[in-house]
């Protein structure tokens, strides 16, 4: 039976989002425009992070650069408010949603029947952020130069390098720091094969056979939402069950 692997986990994400990447571009604007909105269109770090998704998913400049003065002139998404919802899956699986809307009644009631339909259950607030913490994270593909990356992330201000079981690694840094990671990583000739600001869990739950398909399936439905601009959760799910998804 395969094992749990982070870069599993990993690659089985990103081949999500690249199937849905219609929608992916919707989010990816409605975050710029808010971004924008909130912070300006100079020296904004939160901005430069949604530009650094779109340019992942291969948004053209003259797109971004239409949602960015949509943010700024105070355009179509200017009613969107930001909020976050949190629960529990099946299994004692920790999730938290990020969502953007102008709509929060609907937004609620849609994420509430994934929750519920799932058999999980939509917490209060609190109920499981304290199990996260926000980074800047970056995964660099197995046989990368571990002293290579340690150099140019420590000089940025990372905290932390972890090599995976599998030979990948995992960099993390502050938020605060995370463009200046990516510039140092840049200059060195290094490229991550994914790199984000993220919420990442303080423990992990490991989950096999039908309790993965489970979650699995609801997570689905979250980031199916288009309200919903990210879903965290704590799971760990062996290959087996990636496998058993289509990864």
Same mark, same amino acid.
């Given at each position: ?82 909020? !976050? ?5 099946? @299994?004692?699986? #920790?999730?938290? $949603?990020?969502? /953007?809307? %102008? ?98 869990? !303080? ?5 096999? @056979?039908?309790? #993965?398909?489970? $979650?699995?399936? /609801?997570? %689905? ?27």
């Amino acid at each position: 039976m395969a094992g749990h692997s982070k870069w599993a986990n990993i690659k089985h994400r990103k081949a999500a989002q690249d199937a849905k990447r219609g929608k992916m571009f919707t989010k990816v604007i409605r975050e710029i425009t808010v971004a924008a909105r909130a912070g300006g269109a100079d020296d904004n770090p939160r901005l430069r992070v949604a530009m650094d998704k779109a340019f992942a998913i291969n948004m053209k400049k003259d797109t971004i650069e239409k949602a960015i003065q949509r943010g700024v002139g105070g355009g179509d998404d200017s009613n969107y408010e930001e909020l !976050t919802y949190e629960g529990y899956a099946p @299994g004692g699986v #920790a999730v938290y $949603v990020e969502a /953007m809307t %102008d709509n929060r009644n609907r937004t609620v009631a849609d994420v509430r029947h994934a929750f519920t339909k799932a058999g999980g259950n939509l917490g209060t607030d609190g109920s499981v952020a304290y199990l996260f913490e926000k980074k800047g994270v970056f995964n660099f593909e197995p046989g990368t130069d571990e002293e290579a990356v340690l150099e140019a992330g420590l000089e940025a201000g990372a905290e932390d390098l972890q090599a995976q079981d599998d030979g990948s690694l995992e960099l993390q840094c502050p938020p605060e720091v995370y463009a200046d990671v990516v510039a140092a990583l840049a200059a060195a000739g290094l490229t991550a094969a994914n790199a984000e600001v993220t919420m990442v869990p !303080t423990t992990t739950v490991s989950l096999e @056979g039908e309790a #993965a398909t489970t $979650v699995l399936k /609801m997570i %689905d439905m979250l980031e199916d939402l288009d309200d919903v601009q990210n879903v965290y959760s704590n799971a760990e799910f062996s290959e087996d069950a990636l496998n058993d998804q289509g990864a």
